[in-house]
């Protein structure tokens, strides 16, 4: 089973969310820190949507892109708080693209208060899964 390519990209995902997790409750930021934690929420959602489309892959399913794989896995129950889910990838989107320091303190809280407890359940789902 690990030859399946979700597993081996949820290995990958597991590095980049260890790393956010570690850090997470760091309660002062300096600038330097705020735009590692952003990149490290970037890497591990990136790989986290790759891990949902290579799982409904696995399972049958067509997926074209991040949007097709977090609709399809909260229609199938893998993740929950589906518009949460959009609105991070939305947010990641804006963020490789432009740096502003409120942008990035907002999506510093964001990170902290929405996504990384997001990305922390589907973690926990795919343990789970992987347990089997």
Do not use: C
């Not at 980049?16 to 309660?27: D, F, G, K, M």
């Not at 790759?50 to 997926?63: H, P, S």
Request: proline share 2%.
């Amino acid at each position: 089973m690990s030859d399946v390519r979700w597993i081996q990209r949820f290995s990958n995902f597991d590095r980049a969310y260890t790393v956010l997790a570690r850090h997470i409750n760091n309660p002062e930021l300096n600038e330097i820190e705020m735009a590692g934690m952003i990149q490290f929420f970037e890497m591990a959602f990136e790989l986290a949507w790759k891990v949902l489309k290579d799982y409904l892959e696995n399972q049958g399913y067509d997926v074209k892109g991040p949007r097709d794989a977090i609709k399809l896995s909260f229609k199938i129950g893998m993740i929950q708080d589906g518009e949460v889910w959009l609105k991070a990838l939305e947010e990641r989107n804006l963020s490789v693209q432009t740096y502003d320091e409120v942008l990035a303190k907002n999506m510093i809280n964001n990170i902290k208060i929405h996504y990384f407890p997001m990305i922390s359940k589907m973690y926990e789902t795919f343990q789970n899964e992987i347990g089997k």
